[in-house]
């Protein structure tokens, strides 16, 4: 289904749009004003001549350019007859983002949209969803305010998801990232553009690096895994599904009238596709920040160099509790160097504990010496910044090697605002940064899984 | 060991403050005075008059004052003699912050400053540590200045750790919650101070609820686990322990020269003396909050309540999949209650969808009618603060509840800005906030697992 002219419309009529400024389609154009969008806006409001200062229309067949996008934010019962209006203006992709559809019992209701939809061949997402954001093309049909919901900056990360709650839950959560967004789609009941469309569009969509998704019911399951299987042998693909649990299918059930069905086959079948399964929110944003910067690993084999030696225990726990990771063992041309450019103090082993004194300069002397060591295919660099030599020279020495480093490089630290402040400039440089070494075993595992996946090797475990 | 002394010292000498910025006993100095100490301050210095304008002595003994806490800060060769001059001088306890010990295979070093310790019956903390911090007393000897390392606010968590670096970045941590901090341990070495005396004093200490440690070895573990045992009848006691693998193990007996014996074991004991087992620096702070603020509840039966469907279901799967917990089953009462003030589309079941429009009051009314729900032993408020209807009014409504619910009631809540200001405004009311569903599923589990083992329960899962 083509929904690129959803994503990238050149022009958005808001129908509901209001002067209200508590009223969705208000705030819905507000965004758009907010987010510098520059294509044409057609308010679209029975009463007003003007919303915002833009010239406003009483029904969509009154403008007389072309409409990309319709946004529809009216009562339920007001939709089909909307819908029939854009089919017959040529509107080109709606996305209803009211409520009060099969999720409140309504079926009827919905189907009669899906059948317009299918009628004018008019992609349409929804109801009862957020619809789309992507802030290349600055397009936002967010009804919630930027105070409440920050926006992601532009990054290589594709979110899809059911529900709307989670969607914004986890935009915000990307916000305070130093990780950016590609493209949002909340799709709600999925009456008609569904997981399988949005899956493939994001598949041939350049900008997308990685897709993740939150999952509650698929209606497409044959399709959805084909669909998936094709996306995975070009970029990863990220799930977390809700309704694990018979409890929990039930309350999804409930939650958007989708069949969750037995999640043991789901996760089955989804890591037979090529697809990394989350298991919570936090899992989805830390395998989405690997997968976005991260060349493929050729092995398990990882180096940590720390500055604090407790750090640097519980790390070598995480990889060895990990079942395919193992810490490396420096070969002697590394160990030479490093013993070359470290105080003596510093014990050449892995972990590699520089002391609480090493600056950026240390840090260097260190990544440098293992950079070219074949027996390391990934490294871990620990630097708590609460110790006294650990500084932004460190986050710079970090970013630098990074640049050339052509393996898994992330980045581990956890703190308040100093730390915050080099885990945002290390992260915005494309450094994926962890705040516990668990995050940080499971995130290189996932991308050494994924890469096992791609050359198409057994993993029994 | 009476170690009150460090933590309530009313004079305090610091043996190597300096006039140089850079150097850590400037750096001690310098916190005491921002932390606001109102003790006496003695910098000792062979060669200043005044350091940040107070007056300094070449040595101890110059001092006419008693000295209840003498903390050390020079090279390690020079440490012994220093300490037999604050034995003779009458010292009450030490503090050894310099390295260069065990630690870089100097026993011989530490084994004459512990002799000398116990000569004097002078109660020494270290060497190769950050020593004490105490916000009540505005005790501060941590040598790292506060713009890296952001002090907790006053609460009723102590930590203690080996590690002066995993100490350090957890007190950071603990800076940036909601919560707050009784005593700060950092023992390093252990020459003559350990696990069993801080143990032992925090077990009796009326301002500490929470007993949190992080452990790389055990040096008497018999007395450990009896103390444990005693300390878990009054008080809960957290313990994370490094060197749970082989190679962590060995990357910790490098680290502070302590052997980190088998993990199985050490868990299997520390879980039968009464502990609560945590595997990640984050569940350490998890938990931490719940057992400072929550009574014990009676049993596993959980009631959520929440703003976003997807959110609830994923809550719903973490309590489902935990195996103590499950999800509770409304009484008739309670269902007739919530019929009489949720609006009509509210579906009356657990999880309690409030819908994306809940404002405080339907929270409060929510939270009113199952309050005294016999069947309910838990609760799970989720507010995703992304959403149109909810603001700072839901927070309180929380916030006012709690203050009478009478049994564990935590909160939900993930995001940037607007979600991260109302999470600190509900933890510092004393309601614990979590960011995903399974750390809220994890540290209600605990709670419940504490309970169990107070009141004698068999607990065989």
């Known amino acids: 289904m083509r929904i690129e002219s959803m994503v990238k419309p050149r022009s958005v009529a808001i129908i509901g749009a209001s002067r209200d400024p508590e009223k969705v389609g208000h705030i819905i154009l507000q965004n758009y004003l907010n987010a510098g969008y520059s294509g044409k806006l057609y308010p679209v409001n029975k009463e007003a001549d003007s919303i915002l200062g833009i010239k406003a229309y009483p029904d969509i067949s009154k403008i007389k350019e072309k409409v990309d996008l319709a946004v529809i934010a009216i009562p339920a019962k007001l ?185 043991q086959v789901h996760e089955a079948a989804f890591r037979q596709s090529g697809m990394t399964v989350a298991n919570d929110l936090s899992e989805l944003l830390n395998y989405a920040k690997i997968f976005e910067t991260e060349p493929a690993p050729r092995g398990g084999n990882v180096a940590i160099i720390t500055n604090g030696g407790g750090m640097g225990v519980l790390t070598t726990d995480a990889i060895a509790s990990s079942k395919r990771l193992k810490l490396a063992s420096f070969s002697d041309k590394t160990k030479a160097s490093l013993r070359k450019t470290m105080p003596s103090l510093v014990n050449i082993r892995n972990p590699l504990d520089l002391a609480g004194d090493a600056d950026g300069k240390r840090y260097s002397d260190a990544m440098d010496a293992i950079k070219d060591d074949e027996n390391i295919d990934m490294l871990i660099v620990i630097t708590l910044f609460q110790t006294p030599g650990a500084d932004s020279t460190v986050a710079s020495s970090i970013i630098r090697i990074k640049e050339s480093f052509g393996k898994p490089l992330i980045a581990l630290c956890a703190g308040a605002s100093y730390t915050q402040m080099h885990k945002i400039m290390m992260e915005s440089a494309g450094v994926p940064v962890y705040d516990s070494p668990s995050a940080a075993a499971a995130s290189l595992e996932a991308t050494l899984k994924y890469s096992m996946f791609k050359k198409q090797m057994p993993d029994e475990l």
Chains 1, 2 share one sequence.
């Open 79 to 263: 939709v089909p007859g909307v819908m029939e209006e854009c089919g017959k203006a040529g509107v080109k992709s709606v996305i209803v983002v009211s409520g009060g559809f099969a999720e409140v019992g309504e079926t009827e209701l919905q189907n009669k949209l899906a059948s317009i939809a299918i009628k004018y061949g008019m992609p349409t997402l929804g109801p009862n969803c957020l619809g789309v954001m992507d802030p290349r093309s600055r397009v936002d049909t967010l009804f919630l305010p930027t105070y409440k919901l920050s926006r992601p900056q532009i990054g290589g990360v594709s979110f899809m998801a059911q529900s709307g709650a989670v969607g914004s839950t986890v935009l915000d959560m990307i916000s305070g990232e130093g990780f950016g967004l590609s493209k949002f789609f909340s799709y709600g009941n999925a009456a008609h553009v569904d997981e399988v469309d949005i899956l493939r569009y994001l598949a041939e969509d350049n900008d997308t690096k990685v897709i993740v998704m939150y999952l509650e019911g698929i209606k497409r399951g044959k399709e959805f895994l084909k669909a998936a299987r094709e996306t995975t042998n070009k970029k990863p693909v990220i799930v977390l599904k809700a309704g694990r649990t018979s409890a929990g299918m039930a309350a999804a059930h409930s939650h958007t009238a989708a069949l969750a069905g037995d999640y």
